[in-house]
T-cell receptor, first 114, second 115 residues
């Protein structure tokens, strides 16, 4: 089956710094990728839809200047958390959609901001 | 607004028994897709089963089957012959048809399978 990777799997950063998370579709091309955030024992909350070659579409309440999304190629989308604060600590999950409109999820990235 | 409701925060079942997880949804769409995803402790989301709304036949995948009641907007998941590896969070999800837009997830049901 299709595989989606995320890097890093776990990152610790200091408050005020920026951190970049990569999402790659390894064996298929994905014109659309999605970024989710998940708090402990809660459901997935969609943050934004990333479309290759165009600007991301952010969900209501998500700060686009804080969570920068770039989808520069058909296999890579990046999420950059700028000026991170402890409240940004969370589990971030990406998914990639193939030509058959199936979504495949990455393994997630645990972000801890100290 | 499209919403997905899972009314059972936690469920327990003994190994080899059958358990049913409930899910209801609300939409004005006529064409859509429904999914059950499993999230084990590793937190990797795994697709368990999916159902197209235009299909009347309930989807099945080995030990997993659904009871899709379109008029009632109900989409329950039945796990037969439960195994210890089925212990996980289970999320019901919905997406409108016509190109798989974003997924709307329910709040999840934590399933514990005990020996």
């Amino acid at each position: 089956g299709a595989v989606v990777s995320q890097h890093p799997s776990w990152v610790i950063c200091k408050s005020g710094t920026s951190v970049k998370i990569e999402c790659r579709s390894l064996d298929f091309q994905a014109t659309t990728m999605f970024w989710y955030r998940q708090f402990p024992k809660q459901s997935l909350m969609l943050m934004a839809t990333s479309n290759e070659g165009s600007k991301a579409t952010y969900e209501q309440g998500v700060e686009k200047d804080k969570f920068l999304i770039n989808h520069a190629s058909l296999t890579l989308s990046t999420l950059t958390v700028t000026s991170a604060h402890p409240e940004d600590s969370s589990f971030y999950i990406c998914s990639a959609r193939d030509d058959m409109y199936e979504q495949y999820f990455g393994p997630g990235t645990r972000l801890t901001v100290t | 607004a499209q919403t997905v409701t899972q009314s059972q925060p936690e469920m327990s079942v003994q190994e080899a028994e059958t358990v049913t997880l409930s899910c209801t949804y609300d939409t004005s769409e006529n064409n859509y897709y429904l999914f059950w995803y499993k999230q084990p402790p590793s937190r990797q989301m795994i697709l368990v089963i999916r159902q197209e709304a235009y299909k009347q036949q309930n989807a099945t995948e080995n030990r997993f089957s659904v009871n899709f009641q379109k008029a009632a907007k109900s989409f329950s998941l039945k796990i037969s012959d439960s195994q210890l590896g089925d212990t996980a969070m289970y999320f019901c999800a919905f997406t409108p048809g016509g190109g798989f837009q974003k997924l709307v997830f329910g709040t999840g049901t934590r399933l514990l399978v005990s020996p």
